[in-house]
């Protein structure tokens, strides 16, 4: 498998429940989101498409960048966002914190059909959306 970058937002990251499934991978650093997205709470968080109603709920989703480079972990993640049911994994513009560097990488998205009535909105930290543990 060609290494691939993916960016977590929630439980996948570093000292929370989900991290395990990435502990063969190297944690590359902090990181944010370009586009605008939504957040959503369902006890954990859930990242939406941006709606094209203004407002202040499109905003950057802050998290960190992982390097995977063993299929198992890919395929680790995907079940446990259940891709293509509940979540999609697509490709985001992310920038890194300390470099500013853009990259794109792989990021679960919430599939709007299923999460539609299941969520409530997260609340802004600012300008951005950070999810961290009550």
């Keep these: 498998m060609k290494p691939q970058l993916v960016f977590v937002y929630g439980t996948l990251k570093q000292g929370y429940g989900n991290n395990y499934i990435l502990r063969t991978s190297r944690l590359l650093g902090a990181a944010e989101t370009i586009g605008k997205l ?6 954990f968080p859930v990242v939406r498409p941006r709606t094209e109603k203004p407002g202040d709920w499109n905003a950057t989703v802050t998290g960190e960048v992982y390097l995977v480079t063993d299929p198992d972990v890919m395929r680790r993640l995907d079940q446990l966002e259940r891709e293509r049911r509940m979540y999609h994994r697509r490709k985001k513009k992310v920038r ?4 500013t560097k853009v990259v794109h990488a792989h990021t679960y998205i919430g599939d709007t059909k299923f999460w539609m009535h299941r969520v409530k909105l997260w609340p802004l930290a600012g300008d951005r959306y950070v999810w961290s543990r009550p």
């Design 38 to 43: 939504r957040m959503f709470d369902a006890g």
């Design 96 to 99: 890194m914190t300390a470099t």
